[in-house]
């Protein structure tokens, strides 16, 4: 992975600015010796199963199972969820991306403000990601230099739950995973996820946050906040460790690290909802086998994650391109769903693959009871 940088900053108002559009290339240097949360703004509504948009691959037994299943466990509505056909690989032409972007767009109904994607491969348009081009339009110009900078998601700085009403954006995730039962599995922990920490709990879920000495892929090192508590959340907190002398890890909800491939077991007792990717070049090229050169994020969702995030093609090592601890967190803390944290946290979304459950939301406060 090449060597790329960032801006410094502290606030995350100037963050969604300075991050998502404005940061310059630059060598890695070491992490600050004190650092702070930034303010993270307020976040408006979340996106529910009324909301979603479901996408099953009639071509792919995998993907009408699995998404049969989703549908039913998370009640999407029938009107809400569209079949299409598509190839069983892992990188779509964009004659066929465009095929399947005017289907969705003519089928799905206006009120759905996000999609998942139910099937494995394809997962790639070309050196685009498939649930960022579908999520907020194909970027060609991305295979001529990878490593440059991609176009800001307007996602990133957007406070509501809305995103396709407003932007003309869908964020999409897909429920990907190694086999219909591990996709199942992934699903209920999704469900059971839901509120169950917005009332705090007795003991904290944790968000480890791995520094490594593989120094090009430690760039977001600099971005994670203070260990300890998450400010105005009970029951969460945050623990800065060493990916070379990792603890015993126990009630994670959150895992970043970068590394090549993470040592197992990966990350111990997960709960359910929890997010986990590492910062690294292919992590989302999701048909490469187990032991195959760089991990594959669907090892995280193996071990017990209920989503994750990797790229498809080469990004250099741009913050802006991976998921921003402190974003993550506090978006997530603020009971917005998976999906919603994810797309939040990462400014040039146009290489990486959002995998998972897209409805998790342990945060997410218990709906009043209807007389």
């Not at 089928?107 to 394809?122: H, I, K, R, S």
């Not at 997960?270 to 490469?288: F, I, K, N, V, Y």
């Not at 669907?298 to 391109?321: M, R």
């Amino acid at each position: 992975m090449a060597k790329a940088g960032f801006s410094r900053w502290h606030a995350l108002g100037a963050l969604l600015l300075a991050w998502a559009g404005l940061g310059q290339a630059a060598e890695p240097v070491a992490a600050q010796a004190e650092t702070r949360w930034g303010r993270m703004p307020r976040l408006y509504g979340r996106i529910t199963a009324q909301d979603l948009g479901l996408v099953i691959n009639t071509a792919d037994p995998y993907s009408v199972s699995v998404g049969e299943y989703y549908a039913k466990r998370r009640g999407i509505p029938a009107a809400q969820v569209v079949r299409v056909q598509l190839p069983l690989r892992s990188t779509l032409t964009r004659e066929e991306f465009v095929a399947l972007d005017q289907t969705v767009r003519s089928q799905m109904p206006e009120t759905v403000n996000g999609l998942a994607l139910a099937w494995v491969q394809p997962y790639a348009v070309e050196c685009n990601s498939l649930t960022s081009a579908l999520g907020m339009g194909l970027q060609p110009d991305v295979c001529a230099h990878s490593c440059a900078p991609t176009r800001v998601s307007p996602y990133a700085s957007y406070f509501g739950a809305k995103p396709w009403i407003v932007l003309g954006l869908r964020p999409a995730m897909q429920l990907a995973a190694r086999s219909v039962p591990a996709a199942m599995a992934m699903i209920e922990r999704g469900i059971t996820s839901d509120h169950m920490l917005a009332a705090g709990a007795a003991e904290p879920a944790m968000a480890y946050l791995a520094a490594t000495p593989d120094v090009a892929r430690n760039v977001r090192e600099r971005l994670f906040p203070p260990a300890g508590a998450v400010p105005g959340v009970a029951g969460f907190e945050v623990a800065r460790v060493k990916s070379d002398a990792l603890p015993p890890m126990r009630r994670t909800l959150v895992y970043q690290t970068g590394l090549a491939r993470v040592p197992a077991p990966l990350g111990g007792e997960w709960l359910p909802g929890a997010l986990a990717d590492h910062l690294t070049s292919a992590g989302g090229q999701l048909e490469r086998p187990v032991g195959d050169g760089q991990m594959n994020i669907l090892d995280w969702i193996d071990a017990g994650a209920t989503a994750s995030y990797g790229s498809v093609s080469e990004p250099c090592n741009h913050v802006q391109k991976f998921p921003h601890p402190q974003v993550l967190i506090q978006a997530y803390a603020q009971g917005l769903s998976a999906l919603e944290a994810y797309w939040h946290s990462v400014a040039w979304p146009a290489q990486g693959v959002f995998v998972g459950e897209p409805l998790a939301a342990p945060f997410a406060a218990v709906p009043a009871q209807t007389p």
